[in-house]
């Protein structure tokens, strides 16, 4: 059993399981259970989910194929990428996994996948500034030039 709970606590430090997977768990358990058993969905914005964890999937394979490394800065890439997506804004990742939860929120109705968006944005905005500190020490100035002539997260506006 603890050889379990290991390996669950080890599966979810990953910032895109609990994405794509925890948090979706919570909210529908959630709502099950505040609801009588009955889930609201509205299927309109499933949409929303599925770009949000396009762009998460096809920017992450365009980084690792671009740049090595890996998914996260666990093993930060031994390349700078900017080119393609990350062309016009430095995080398209951690943007996708943010539009999937609003997709989240929206397809459930759910107060709490609101909240819980909000909190994960404010989180991956904290998360990015460290990012990029170690980033500029990894490779300097291009990466310094880079980050003045590209948005952190939507082109053109911020």
Known sequence: MQSFLNQLVRR????SSRTFVLYP????AWELLINGGDLHANPLFLPVMAWGYLQYRLCGIYRIKRGGGGPGMDTPPDRLVTTGPFAYMR????????IFLIGLALTLHSL???LLTVAVAVWFH?????DERRLLQRFGEPYAAYR???KRWLPGLF
Do not use: E
């Open 91 to 98: 995080n398209p990742m951690y943007l996708g996994q943010i």
């Open 12 to 15: 979810f430090k990953s910032t």
């Open 148 to 150: 003045q002539a590209t």
């Open 25 to 28: 768990l919570i909210v529908i």
């Open 112 to 114: 709490l996948a609101a």
């Open 126 to 130: 904290f998360r990015v500034l460290r």
